[in-house]
Structure formats: C-alpha cells, structure tokens
C-alpha cells in the first residue's frame, strides 16, 4: 500500500473514532449553567432560578419546579433561546430542590435536579409544619384501635438525570458517513493501484 492512500485511510480511521463516541452528546441536550449553582449555598435569598441548556428550548415542553421546606408558588417558566427561569418571592433560609424536564432536538425527554442551600443572615428560617391544635375536650371522640400494620411510606424519585439511550438515527447517519468515507477511501486505492 504506498503512503498517500496509507495516510488517507489512517485519516478517515480517525475521524470515525473521533465522531462516533460524541454522537449522544450532539443529540441530546443538557444543563450547562445554574443560577443558584449546584450544590451552592447563597447568601442573600434568591427570587429567580435560571438554568442554561446547550441546545434551544422549546417553552411548550420546558418544566422547572423548586420544592423547600414549605410550598414555593413560582412563575411559569420563561424560556429566552437556551435559557428557562422561574420566579418566586424571597427564600427562607433551608434546602431546596430544583427539577427540570426539558426535550431534545431528537425528541428525547431529559430530565434532572440538582439541590442548594439558602443561608441569608437577613432572612428567616423556613417554616416547619406547624403542630396541630389540641383537640376540645368536649368533642372527643373515641376511635376504634388502628390496624397493627404499618401503612407503606410514601416514596420519591428525584433522579439527577435520565436521558433515553436509544440513538439509533444519530449512529446510522454517521455509520453512513464512515461507510462512504471508506468506500471513497477503497475507491482511491483500487484506481491509485491500476494506475501503478
């Protein structure tokens, strides 16, 4: 095999390795920034989240929730090209949780959360549930004794990123793409070889 074509199929051998592994990252979006930042602990109490996607949102499939220690009433999320915001009044000092669902531009849903930490010096801490009132004397009422089993907790899944793994489209248009370049690459050999 003499150097050129040597060199050119060592050429199309590496950009297939190179293009082959980034195929989900092409298709599939995902968090670049947060504003509160993952894992932070802010200081002053925010009154907006904003995430940063690496691809455009579409508003009509772009969900961010925040739950705390108590009930946060947020805005609907507002989408300006790659970013989506919530709005809320001030924060309580505690943990939060922010949640997104957001879709590709393959169609696939991806979804995480991420947790932080409001610590304001001028702010409150958050409510807890509050304990409920003694119950009047006079109006109560002897219940029945409650079955022995324990009644099943209650469970949530936050999961911090689920993404569907099923890029067949994206692999069989670059497998196409290094099928052609091979096929261009034998092509060059066989007439490089007749002319020799």
Do not use: C, W
């Not at 993952?38 to 690496?54: D, H, I, Q, R, S």
């Not at 579409?58 to 009930?71: F, R, S, W």
């Amino acid at each position: 095999m003499t150097k050129p074509v040597t060199r050119l199929l060592v050429a199309l051998a590496a950009m297939a390795a190179v293009l082959l592994p980034g195929a989900p990252a092409l298709a599939h979006n995902a968090l670049a920034e947060a504003t509160p930042a993952k894992g932070a602990t802010v200081k002053k109490a925010p009154t907006t989240v904003k995430l940063k996607f690496l691809q455009k949102l579409n508003p009509e499939y772009t969900t961010i929730t925040l739950a705390g220690p108590a009930k946060i009433e947020t805005s609907e999320p507002k989408v300006e090209g790659a970013t989506g915001s919530i709005t809320f009044d001030a924060l309580a000092n505690g943990a939060y949780t922010v949640a997104y669902q957001v879709v590709s531009t393959d169609g696939h849903t991806v979804k995480g959360s991420y947790k932080f930490t409001v610590a304001d010096p001028a702010a409150t801490a958050a409510p807890t549930t509050a304990p409920a009132p003694a119950p009047d004397e006079s109006l109560v009422q002897v219940a029945p004794p409650a079955s022995s089993a324990p009644a099943p907790a209650p469970t949530t899944d936050l999961a911090s990123t689920e993404s569907d793994d099923s890029n067949t489209g994206t692999y069989l248009i670059l497998g196409a793409i290094v099928v052609a370049l091979l096929a261009f690459g034998g092509f060059l050999f066989a007439r490089h070889r007749k002319a020799g």
